[in-house]
Antibody, heavy 120, light 106 residues
Framework: QLQLQESGPGLVKPSETLSLTCTVS??????????WDWIRQSPGKGLEWIGN???????KYNPSLNSRVTMSVDTSKNQFSLRLTSVTAADTAVYYC????????????WGRGILVTVSS | DIQMTQSPSSLSASVGDSVTITCRAS??????ISWYQQKPGKAPNLLIY???TLQSGVPSRFSGSGSGTDFSLTISSLQPEDSASYFC?????????FGQGTKLEI
């Protein structure tokens, strides 16, 4: 059964870089047509799609975050990662990783989520 | 971006009732909408995709309908475990946008 698990620091200082990793188990991150997404949820902005990555390294980002986001994939570890630079309090949220298939574009399953707080 | 306007933001109902949640897209998205249920402290869980297809394992009291710009999620014969927040998501084009959510209290 496919499971995703987010990991990383729960506290990041303003202006620094948020770095999270999602570990995939029960499925190969290199499967054709599987895309790996990051989504965040904050009280103020609700659910916000951040972007996704394919195992070849091809990425697609939300234009609202495009200049600050970088995603990467490590197929040997079955992991993918998110970096968000120059964070502010507005980036405080629960961050989820999730999978979608090809052009189907709905997310299933999701990881449990990790709360990241931006504060000095 | 395609915006999704979801309503109501909250509602209260009783066991056995039927409720409908709606989402309106800012432009046609054909049938490219999915619905999720989220319970406190948990990740969203996929209920319905392509507007009306029930995800495996989801009870048949959940149903979805609509096309173009107007969509609805109906929960019939409400059960206590249906108390949760519900979100729509357009799956038509990036950036994928979610509705603001509906909090359902049973």
């Amino acid at each position: 059964q496919l499971q995703l698990q987010e990991s990383g620091p729960g506290l990041v200082k303003p202006s620094e870089t948020l770095s999270l990793t999602c570990t995939v188990s029960g499925d190969s991150i290199s499967n054709d047509n599987h895309y790996w997404d990051w989504i965040r949820q904050s009280p103020g902005k609700g659910l916000e799609w951040i972007g996704n990555i394919y195992y070849t390294g091809i990425t697609k980002y939300n234009p609202s975050l495009n200049s600050r986001v970088t995603m990467s994939v490590d197929t040997s570890k079955n992991q993918f990662s998110l970096r968000l630079t120059s964070v502010t309090a507005a980036d405080t949220a629960v961050y989820y990783c999730a999978k979608h298939i090809g052009r189907l574009n709905w997310f299933d399953p999701w990881g449990r989520g990790i709360l990241v707080t931006v504060s000095s | 971006d395609i915006q999704m306007t979801q309503s109501p933001s909250s509602l209260s109902a009783s066991v056995g009732d039927s409720v409908t949640i709606t989402c309106r897209a800012s432009q046609s998205i054909r049938n490219s909408i999915s619905w999720y249920q989220q319970k406190p402290g948990k990740a969203p869980n996929l209920l319905i995709y392509t507007a009306s297809t029930l995800q495996s394992g989801v009870p048949s009291r959940f149903s979805g309908s609509g096309s173009g710009t107007d969509f609805s999620l109906t929960i019939s014969s409400l059960q206590p475990e249906d108390s949760a927040s519900y979100f729509c998501q357009q799956t038509y084009i990036t950036p994928y946008i979610f509705g603001q959510g509906t909090k359902l209290e049973i």
